[in-house]
């Protein structure tokens, strides 16, 4: 049974750090596509940024560019997101999502929820001003 278990979620200050986690199991960590998605009370999920290590890609949304860094540890089958410079607008609750490597992802469509059909169940980062 694939499970993906996220935590390091936590209220911060504006400008402070956190750095979140996402333990695997169930699956083969290379195998599979990993992205960290958000969502803010009111707003739809939005991508965070997103690993495949058999590709050897990381990608990052335009929220995360240059403040967030994606890394894994196929040894310990867990991903990680270290969050600097937060600011309140970085409120939400952030989730862990995973889809086989496979003709059915579409990389282009990177972004998009819908295209990853195993999610942990969240971890809630505030950041106050």
């Known amino acids: 049974e694939v499970q993906l278990v996220e935590s390091g979620g936590g209220l911060v200050q504006a400008g402070g750090s956190l750095r979140l986690s996402c333990a695997a199991s169930g699956f083969i960590f290379d195998d599979y596509y990993i992205g960290w998605f958000r969502q803010a009370p009111g707003k739809e999920r939005e991508v965070v940024s997103r690993i495949s290590i058999r590709d050897k890609t990381t990608y990052y949304g335009e929220s995360a560019k240059g403040r967030f860094t994606m890394t894994s540890d196929s040894a310990k089958n867990t991903l990680y997101l270290q969050m600097n410079s937060l600011k309140p607008e970085d409120t939400a609750v952030y989730y862990c999502?995973?889809?086989?490597?496979?003709?059915?992802?579409?990389?282009?469509?990177?972004?998009?929820?819908?295209?990853?059909?195993?999610w942990g169940q969240g971890t809630q980062v505030t950041v106050s001003s």
């Open positions: 999502a995973a889809e086989p490597l496979g003709p059915a992802y579409k990389d282009y469509l990177w972004m998009d929820p819908a295209q990853y059909r195993y």
